[in-house]
């Protein structure tokens, strides 16, 4: 086996030695539409917003939102902030209305913090400010791509990208935009986590990589369900929820097709979801004003992680050592 198999290898094997279902569900993709806008080539990030579709592209762009008629796939509104971007990977709907955005790449792991920025939306070309807050790790620079906020506490949660699995960084309740703000660091996750969002109920969320998905539950941060295999993508990274639990994905690419994937009719069980139909885009203002009211710091009182299963662990474990020993063998001098 040469290095490249084996790097594959041990990214497939990770996910089950980190206590994930080993099962997985196929869920048949419904195109929804395409980004017709010529200067949305990279959406890394997507949240929804008055019933429109906001993404943003991958590093090298500047800092701007696209915000999409889903009836259309074309740009009804661009909207810039003033700042210097150095790798904006996620997007994640605010309380009021607003959005976040998450300048939280970070492929070299040079970066000393990460930041967020809540910006207004609306239709046409906009210019707004932002509110931006500064994070760092506990113990260093990482990637990430995926953030989230909780739908009724407005809590936003990192996690980051890893081939061995990532990990769930808790923003704190508060956030204060004069200093650093720490992250706390709580469960592992799924590998190479390229998306993520919360349920409207707040008390599942779900992640996603370059292949699969995984539902948590929230706050405990335990796996629900099998892992759901998702359909193939240029590059699939950006991920969010419809009321129904119905998947939109997004992928980076020109004219990339955005795709609803239903959860497994499991899933759907666990999660305590009726199906809805979807609402009507509402309005976009044209010229958003706001509340001056934030929930951002609002959070609901917290629960540890229970106990894992030590049954899970032992097998991972051997499943991680043996991919381990292949990566080493494949990779050692001949």
């Excluded at 790097?7 to 094997?13: F, P």
């Excluded at 030590?310 to 381990?324: D, F, K």
Aim: glycine content about 10%; overall charge negative.
């Amino acid at each position: 086996m040469g290095a490249r198999e084996a790097v594959v290898a041990l990214a497939v094997a990770a996910p089950f030695a980190l206590g994930l279902s080993a099962a997985s569900v196929e869920q048949e993709p419904q195109p929804w539409f395409r980004f017709e806008d010529p200067a949305i080539v990279e959406s890394s990030g997507v949240a929804l917003v008055f019933g429109m579709m906001v993404t943003v592209n991958d590093s090298g762009d500047e800092a701007r939102l696209f915000v999409v008629d889903p009836e259309t796939g074309e740009t009804v509104g661009t909207t810039r902030w003033d700042a210097e971007v150095e790798d904006v990977e996620a997007l994640a709907p605010a309380l009021d209305g607003r959005v976040w955005v998450g300048d939280i790449g970070d492929n070299a792991k040079a970066r000393d913090t990460i930041s967020l920025t809540r910006l207004s939306v609306g239709s046409g070309d906009l210019t707004v400010a932002g509110d931006t807050f500064e994070l760092a790790y506990p113990d260093g620079p990482a990637d990430a791509e995926a953030l989230l906020a909780h739908p009724t506490t407005g809590r936003l949660v990192v996690v980051t990208k890893n081939p061995l699995g990532g990990r769930f960084f808790l923003a704190p309740r508060s956030l204060d935009p004069r200093a650093t703000n720490e992250l706390r660091p709580r469960d592992r996750a799924l590998p190479l986590v390229t998306g993520g969002e919360f349920f409207p109920d707040g008390r599942h969320l779900v992640l996603r990589n370059y292949g699969r998905a995984q539902v948590y539950s929230w706050p405990g941060l335990q796996p629900v369900g099998d892992l759901i295999d998702l359909p193939s993508q240029e590059q699939g990274e950006a991920l969010t929820v419809l009321p129904d639990g119905t998947l939109v994905l997004t992928s980076e690419g020109a004219r990339a097709p955005v795709l609803r994937v239903p959860l497994p009719a499991s899933v759907t069980r666990e999660v305590g979801l009726q199906p809805t139909d979807a609402a009507e885009p509402s309005p976009l203002p044209e010229d958003p004003s706001p509340s001056t009211r934030s929930r951002v710091g609002e959070e609901l009182p917290e629960e540890e992680p229970g106990p894992r299963d030590p049954t899970q662990w032992l097998i991972g474990g051997g499943i991680l050592a043996a991919v381990l020993l292949v990566l080493w063998r494949a990779l050692r001098p001949r």
